[in-house]
T-cell receptor, first 111, second 115 residues
Framework: RKEVEQDPGPFNVPEGATVAFNCTYS??????FFWYRQDCRKEPKLLMS?????NEDGRFTAQLNRASQYISLLIRDSKLSDSATYLC???WGGGADGLTFGKGTHLIIQP | ETGVTQSPTHLIKTRGQQVTLRCSSQ?????VSWYQQALGQGPQFIFQ???????GRGNFPPRFSGLQFPNYSSELNVNALELDDSALYLC??????????????FGPGTRLTVL
């Protein structure tokens, strides 16, 4: 069974704070991992891919732990514009498989 | 912007009707995937089209069908609409030419309401 679990939140965080989300996935035969961001009533947009060694893009850091089957996203120095829903995404198998999304974690940055 | 377009943006249908949604993929992309996103949920994979053939399907009944055209654009057809089909339908394009870069880019979606 292929499932992705996330804490739906909402996470209410003051501007400038650091916030972290975790996500767990059910099947060890997973191939690729991503974080997408979705604003209200908009389409999901790729935030970053997640690599085994961990990767950073500005204020955003993603980590992957294959042994424990979880993925994390850390946002430093949070901005008001970071308010959105963050979707944890796993791609299983070969190219014919679609993406499996978690339900998303809702983040609200407060001034 | 991703360059993926979808039409129409909004649609209202009644139960039992049929609907066709359209998607134009990003230039250079040859693969189109369709997703259904119900309110408060993450997108769920419906199916994927590559080289004009269905190439992977999620847990959706046969009344969800699709097409891909030689220019890589795609259609999603839903027959015998049910109230639970009300959702945002998202199309995503990607490229199979380079296996390591199969990142999917989403269009703005079509919001379908079934009454």
């Amino acid at each position: 069974r292929k499932e992705v679990e996330q804490d739906p939140g909402p996470f209410n965080v003051p501007e400038g704070a650091t916030v972290a989300f975790n996500c767990t996935y059910s099947n060890s035969a997973s191939q690729s991992f991503f974080w997408y961001r979705q604003d209200c009533r908009k389409e999901p947009k790729l935030l970053m891919s997640v690599y085994s060694s961990g990767n950073e893009d500005g204020r955003f850091t993603a980590q992957l732990n294959r042994a424990s089957q979880y993925i994390s996203l850390l946002i430093r120095d949070s901005k008001l514009s970071d308010s959105a829903t963050y979707l944890c995404v796993v791609k299983w198998g070969g190219g014919a498989d679609g993406l499996t999304f978690g339900k998303g974690t809702h983040l609200i940055i407060q001034p | 912007e991703t360059g993926v377009t979808q039409s129409p943006t909004h649609l209202i249908k009644t139960r039992g009707q049929q609907v066709t949604l359209r998607c134009s993929s990003q230039s250079g992309h040859n693969t189109v995937s369709w997703y259904q996103q119900a309110l408060g949920q993450g997108p769920q994979f419906i199916f994927q089209y590559y080289r004009e053939e269905e190439n992977g399907r999620g847990n959706f009944p046969p009344r969800f069908s699709g097409l891909q055209f030689p220019n890589y654009s795609s259609e999603l057809n839903v027959n015998a609409l049910e109230l639970d089909d009300s959702a945002l339908y998202l199309c995503a394009s990607s490229s199979r030419l380079v296996a390591s870069t199969d990142t999917q880019y989403f269009g703005p979606g079509t919001r379908l309401t079934v009454l």
